[in-house]
């Protein structure tokens, strides 16, 4: 049963214990709160500036398919290159996979998020194509047969 406090004094005490009691975890809720902001912030900032960066990488990347005449440094330089690519992409599709799930569970907006595995895919397909280019294909005698015949006839 409760007891009824009707002195002033012993009302004071118990409010202010209580107040006391909750005001640290109203503030760790807060700052809890804000740290999480932060965080939500910190990720879209990293998506934007990531898209930014790299969406005119698959464009730069796959001007180099019109080279001709390649020589054994430029292919290693090049065979480089595309590793670097493989590896961004890859990372970029791990990240998207990681940001995904925040992104659902706080169900923000995925828009750039999309944006970011279009650009990793766009990356990996332009190194791939790039790769079956210039590694693969010279050493497929009926492809460079048939490029000789079309290069023949032009």
């Known amino acids: 049963m409760p007891v009824f406090v009707a002195d002033p004094v012993q009302k004071h005490i118990k409010l202010t214990a209580l107040q006391h009691a ?3 975890t109203h503030l760790d809720e807060q700052a ?3 740290k999480l902001l932060d965080a939500i912030s910190v990720m879209k900032a990293r998506v934007q500036a990531t898209c930014d960066f790299m969406a005119p990488m698959p464009n730069r ?3 180099l398919s019109w080279f001709t005449q390649v020589s054994a440094d430029e292919l290693v330089r090049l065979d480089g290159i595309l590793k670097l690519a493989d590896k961004c992409s890859h ?3 791990q ?3 990681k940001f995904g799930k925040s ?3 706080l169900q923000l907006d995925r828009t750039m998020l999309r944006r970011y595995k279009e650009i990793a895919s766009e990356l990996k397909e332009v190194s791939t194509d790039l790769r079956a280019r210039f590694f693969e ?3 497929d005698a009926e492809i460079m047969r048939l490029m000789q015949q079309l290069s023949g006839s032009a």
């Open 137 to 139: 294909l010279p050493h």
């Open 22 to 24: 909750f005001a640290p």
């Open 32 to 34: 809890s709160t804000d």
């Open 95 to 97: 990240n998207y996979v």
């Open 91 to 93: 990372v970029m599709v």
């Open 103 to 105: 992104y659902q569970q």
């Open 61 to 63: 990347l796959a001007e």
